[in-house]
């Protein structure tokens, strides 16, 4: 029995008011430089705020048609990595999207550096919510050792 994926990909897939899932294609893992045949899936979400500027939650893959699909929903404003695992692809929709915001969260700057990563980080994350989402969304810092998180409340 194969690895499936939870088609379709890379369409926005509604899930409330202004919030929706979007399913990405797999990746792999890969320890120094070794790609493992240990394929998982992707998923970003994406939350409409009340001034219509977009939340994305761990970015996926950028496919054009995807971020077409996104612009009719909003600006994409904000790219968030949530924890220090979920940042792979902010760069990719950085560049495509240079006026969005990217958040850091804790130790994502050294890993995406110790990974030679191809993004830069606008802005980190803090125990209380920026002003651009504060009505919209609550968030806390999960503190998990060596492995923190930031949770999300829409």
């Given at each position: 029995?194969?690895?499936?994926l939870y088609?379709?990909?890379?369409?926005?897939k509604?899930?409330?008011?202004d919030?929706?899932?979007?399913?990405?294609?797999?990746?792999?893992?890969?320890?120094?430089?070794?790609?493992?045949?240990l394929?998982?899936?992707?998923?970003?979400?994406?939350?409409?705020l009340?001034?219509?500027?977009?939340?994305?939650?761990?970015?996926?893959?950028?496919a054009?048609?995807?971020?077409?699909?996104?612009?009719?929903?909003?600006?994409?404003?904000?790219?968030?990595?949530?924890?220090?695992?979920?940042?792979?692809?902010?760069?990719?929709?950085s560049?495509?999207?240079?006026?969005?915001?990217?958040?850091?969260?804790?130790?994502?700057?050294q890993?995406?550096?110790?990974?030679?990563?191809?993004?830069?980080?606008?802005?980190?994350?803090?125990?209380?919510?920026?002003?651009?989402?504060?009505?919209?969304?609550?968030?806390?810092?999960f503190?998990?050792?060596?492995?923190?998180?930031?949770?999300?409340?829409?």
């Amino acid at each position: 029995m194969g690895a499936s994926l939870y088609d379709p990909i890379n369409v926005y897939k509604c899930q409330g008011p202004d919030i929706g899932v979007v399913d990405g294609p797999f990746e792999y893992l890969t320890i120094a430089g070794v790609k493992l045949p240990l394929p998982f899936t992707t998923r970003m979400t994406v939350v409409r705020l009340s001034n219509d500027d977009l939340f994305v939650h761990s970015p996926i893959k950028f496919a054009a048609t995807l971020a077409e699909e996104l612009r009719n929903l909003g600006r994409i404003r904000h790219l968030v990595s949530p924890n220090q695992f979920h940042y792979a692809h902010i760069g990719e929709w950085s560049k495509v999207f240079p006026e969005a915001i990217t958040w850091a969260s804790p130790r994502v700057r050294q890993r995406a550096l110790a990974r030679h990563a191809d993004v830069t980080f606008t802005r980190d994350l803090e125990i209380k919510p920026p002003e651009a989402w504060r009505q919209d969304i609550d968030q806390m810092l999960f503190p998990g050792g060596y492995f923190k998180e930031f949770i999300f409340f829409h």
